[in-house]
């Protein structure tokens, strides 16, 4: 869930929510700028600062389906790391289960829970299976490398057995088989199995699904989506699944009751049910996504033959993000308060968000000069 503002009062930040209060992970107020500046730039004092995530604010509870889409460099990745652990937020707070991750990483106070505990809970897949896979070992050495680690009571002959049972499940059949294959004796496919698999043993809470159906064919997404969710009720897991496949996502969240977060040069514009994002996006960028996307509905497939919802095609440099609302130089409703004025996340709904002006009938906006190129109202 994420941070939102209340329409109707002063425009105080709140959680953007998925409607649980059960959260695994929270993010408050999470920035990450990666400083680019190098030391031409520096010499001429120009400040190459890139706003990868700016101001998210994003609960995950027990047993949810997120996915994080946007375009490339949208900082949907960076927030997934963060969310896992693996990047350290420039400022703003990640906690697990109420424990800071950085404090307990760090040995900072005195952990309610270690750090080793939170690793295992929080794991990741990512685009490329072959490089998170070790070619020296079988797949049977690879799955019980982590299941020796979260059940150390087991036997040996029990942790083969528990590595053969894992397999079917991942359908790779007959596991004795696939077992004692190396990685370049499986496709990539199969690679992604025995990377989920792998992650599955340590009994994750939360696992980060990094553009993890993007390199597979067609055919082979749709299946190593279904796989995932089979297995997520079996292992009581979350996924946060990012894309910059709009259709992905909504295979991904929207199938299975899950929540679309839609992100556009760091900052999360829109948060909500998958199916109610996809059937009735609410901010400008959204509808740009859903435009971009192929739908099998004839009433909406008739639109794509419209020109696209956005004034400009590029991406504006995250370096330098436009001021005002970050999508007033795409946007098609952009209006002369939207270049000046930052639109906070605000609840829409029982448990949607958006950040657009256009959400507040009775905001500035509507009395604002059109921006020239976009829509008249
Ligand atoms: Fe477009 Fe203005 Fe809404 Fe931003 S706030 S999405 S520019 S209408």
Redesign the pocket.
Known sequence: MARTTDSTDERSTDRASTGANDSVVSLEDVRVHFDETGLIDGLRGEDETVRAVDGVSIDIPENEIIALVGESGCGKTTLGKVAVGLQRPTSGTVTYRGQDIWDAKEGNGDPAIPYPEIREALQIIHQDPGSSLNPNRTVLTSLLVPLKLTEPELGPNQREQRVYQLLEYLGMKPSEDYAHRYPHQLSGGEQQRVVLGRALLMSPDVILADEAVSALDVSLRVEMMDLMHDLQSVFDTSFVFVSHDFANARYFAGTVGGKIGVMYLGEL?EFGPAEEVIRDPQ???TKVLSWATPTLDPDLAAEESMDPPVREIDIPDPIDPPS????????????A???T?T?ELVATDTDRQT?????DETHE?WDSQP?TG?NDG
């Open positions: 514009v901010h400008p960028y005002g609302c970050r999508f007033h130089t795409r946007c098609p409703e952009a209006r308060v939207c270049e004025t639109p950040a657009c002006f256009r959400m906006y921006i976009g």
